[in-house]
């Protein structure tokens, strides 16, 4: 036995057995750092059987392998190329480095409650504002706990690598035969091959990916699989080199544009597109019996669009929540249209602001689109073809206009006046992280109208801010605290407050000559992770109320509709209520048109670099992504919510044309986006009217 363990001893040197023990020690820091995501988010995991948790880690071996691998080839080849004088240098770098890395593992903890997604491109972008996430952290986690826990394993690994150091570096004696060096040289050969074979997951032809991970039908295991590392260093690479070849070459451009031609284009419109304005189009004939253009007193109809800071559809009182946590809008829903299947397009603030006020979607590799050259180009969005209307035009919102670069960007596009966080005299409350409170908000937003009223029709857009991390609220609450005792306490008082915010608006506003004659949208920006999982697309990040309201306009009619509807969709309805049949490019449709005879559909994408998208229609939901095959579910949004399972294979033909009319879409807007081809040209706006000249719009 010594014989042979002297034997190997001489093929592998000292070097190679060093690394294997940091090996060791990695997967056991990565282990325990996925039992500390799990055991955060075991709330995502209580209708998952405990094998498949188990299998999770199984499956995570190979992740874990891959990312030590990239760690360690560098290592293992300097420490062989370079002077043994050196060697104690880079094995102290290497411990600062993992040290680092796991910091990380232990945030992306709470990184998967909040966005319900392992480590994505998000992390980049957050990085560019480390003041206020550096105080959102501080402010709204458990900071102590997670540094103690942080500084354990840190320990641990410290203890462990100085070990090995010792055992295998500290004292090598050079080898005296030639023999022995070139059984060296062959041993460190086959050491840095298996490396090789484990970064890439396996003897496969293709490297791993994140789809590897997906071995089950419970999405939070296949997450678990996962290494946060590697995903966020995937979203990197994925971030400098986007798989664009996959949703722009997929069909011919010909055939993309005239499926989604046919995807947007309403038997009430007639087409105008051309090879400047690929999806222009006009309203031909009314589209509703409701005058909205003109009111009774003939002044035009002002618009005010709300955009709810993380208001998920799933915590609402009108779509069947039992959470009572949003009476005030429950009580709006009594008097309005309420669309009970509407979805953002994406999962973070960025996408569901232009999604909704340029009528956008969220794509591939343009999730940030804002703050990309790409978005210095026309839109033909609501501030856009409002301003063109002679209406006067306001953004308001807690904090900085320069996050996400929404003034830069809006102010392009038709929006006259900003009004954020150091515009508010005398605020009743100022978050340190976020800004000034929802009520603030509201309280300026109705004093504005007010006096823009006076001057003619206005268009506004508010954009709330108080149900986000860490939930600085204004002390006393104006209600009884929730008190749950778990990681949604927080989220719970905060969208409260912010529903709250809400009802005080409108009951400033109801006292209002401007009240009568205005048109609000209310609608989520996005929503928020919460258990159960409704297919994999995790669809309570998306599903949001959508409701259209205006008792002085649509009188006592209230309506609930199961239409599929998105934020894209926003900008073409609220047109058509008005009475405008202005040309536009609009990436949603009028959902109010009385020829919007299917079940709608609506095209999400999470955001964080995932390039994942999916189509809804109806109850269907498809998904697809570079390399992976479609998947296929129905789902349900009832309470409890209810999810298929990947029904694909047995419904072939369908899925087909999903995936052939959810391609085209995405091809069609990408190709737009890059050609510059979203813009309207210039032309006079037509009212199409009765005898007293206002447009009849119907509530069909």
């Known amino acids: 036995m010594k014989v042979l363990l002297q034997k190997i001893r001489q093929f592998f040197p000292p070097e190679a057995r060093f690394i294997a023990g940091v090996y060791v020690l990695l997967l056991v820091v990565f282990a325990a750092l996925r039992l500390l995501l799990l055991l955060r988010n075991v709330n995502f995991a209580q209708q998952v059987d405990t094998g498949i948790l188990l299998q999770s880690f199984l499956v995570g071996l190979r992740f874990d392998l891959a990312v030590s691998s990239y760690l360690l080839i560098p290592l293992f080849l300097l420490l062989v190329l370079l002077p043994p004088r050196l060697r104690s240098a880079l094995v102290g770098g290497f411990a600062l480095l993992a040290g680092g890395l796991i910091f990380l593992g232990v945030a992306e903890a709470e990184f998967y409650g909040e966005f319900e997604s392992r480590f994505n491109s998000l992390v980049y972008e957050y990085v560019g504002h480390p003041k206020i996430v550096a105080g959102m952290i501080w402010d709204g986690y458990p900071v102590f706990r997670y540094s103690l826990i942080w500084l354990a394993l840190a320990l641990v690994f410290l203890v462990g690598l100085r070990w090995l150091y010792r055992r295998c570096l500290a004292n090598i004696r050079p080898v005296a035969s030639l ?35 997906f071995f089950s039908e419970s999405t939070f295991a296949n997450h678990l699989a996962l290494n946060g590392i590697f995903t966020l260093t995937r979203s990197g690479w994925d971030k400098l ?94 008097q309005g249209i ?22 956008f979607p969220n794509l591939p590799g343009y999730e940030y689109l804002m703050k990309m050259m790409e978005a210095n180009q026309e839109f033909s969005g609501l501030p856009t073809l409002l301003h063109n209307n ?55 937003a109705n004093q504005e109208f007010k006096e823009m009223a006076a001057r003619g029709p206005f268009f506004a857009s508010i954009l709330t801010l108080s149900n986000h991390a860490p939930f600085n609220l204004p002390e006393p609450l104006p209600f009884e605290r929730i008190r749950t005792g778990d990681a949604y306490e927080g989220r719970y008082n905060g969208m409260r407050y912010a529903d709250w915010a809400l009802g005080e608006f409108f009951r400033m506003a109801q006292q209002e000559d401007y009240f009568d004659n205005t048109l609000f ?12 999982m409704i297919t994999p697309m995790m669809l309570s990040r998306f599903h949001v109320p959508l409701l259209f309201y205006s008792p002085g ?92 399972d990947d029904l694909a294979r047995e419904e072939k033909e369908l899925a087909r044309q999903m995936e052939n009319r959810l391609l085209a879409y995405v091809q069609t807007g990408i190709l737009a986006l ?12 037509v009212l199409l009217g009765g005898q007293d000249g206002s447009r009849l719009v119907h509530i069909h």
């Not at 509407?342 to 960025?350: D, L, M, P, Q, V």
């Not at 996400?404 to 978050?431: A, S």
């Not at 949208?521 to 159960?532: A, E, K, L, Y």
């Open 179 to 213: 023999r022995g060096s070139m059984l060296r040289v062959m041993g460190g050969a086959v050491i840095l091959a298996v490396m090789v074979f484990a970064s890439r997951g396996g003897v496969g032809h293709e490297p791993l990916r994140w789809g590897d991970a």
């Open 241 to 334: 080199y986007s798989k664009q070849a996959f949703w722009t070459e997929s069909l011919t451009p010909e055939a993309a544009l005239e499926t989604s031609r046919r995807m947007l284009t309403l038997a009430s419109e007639i087409s105008l597109g051309d090879s400047e304005h690929p999806l222009l189009r006009r309203e031909l004939a009314p589209a509703s019996t409701l005058p909205v253009r003109h009111s009774e007193n003939g002044k035009p109809v002002n618009v005010v669009v709300i955009l709810m800071e993380s208001f998920s559809a799933r915590f609402v009182g009108a779509l069947g929540s039992l959470a009572a946590l949003t009476p005030e809008f429950d009580q709006l829903a009594q």
């Open 338 to 359: 309420l669309f009970e299947r509407a979805f953002s397009n994406g999962t973070h603030t960025h996408q569901g602001v232009y999604a909704t006020l340029t009528s």
């Open 390 to 444: 002679d209406y006067q035009s306001l953004f308001l919102y807690n904090g900085l206009f320069s996050w996400d670069n929404k003034e830069g960007f809006f102010r392009q596009h038709g929006m006259d006046r900003f009004i954020g966080e150091g515009d508010y005299v005398n605020p009743t409350f100022v978050d340190p992280v976020w800004g000034v409170s929802d009520h603030d908000v509201f309280t300026r």
């Open 521 to 532: 949208v209310i609608t989520g920006d996005h929503g928020f992770g919460s258990p159960p």
């Open 553 to 644: 306009l649509l009188g006592d009619h209230a309506e609930r509709r199961q239409t599929v509807a998105s934020q894209v969709d926003i900008g073409p309805s609220v047109l058509g209520l008005l009475g405008m049949n202005d040309p536009h490019q609009g990436w949603g449709r009028n959902l109010f048109s009385p020829s919007l005879q299917d079940e709608g559909f609506a095209v999400i994408k999470p955001s964080g670099g995932e390039e994942l998208v999916a189509l809804i229609e109806g109850d269907r939901l498809l998904m697809i992504a570079p390399k992976e095959k479609p998947r296929l579910y129905r789902y349900g949004l009832g309470f409890p919510p209810a999810t298929s």
């Open 674 to 685: 890059r050609d510059r081809h979203l813009g309207v040209p210039e032309a006079e706006p």
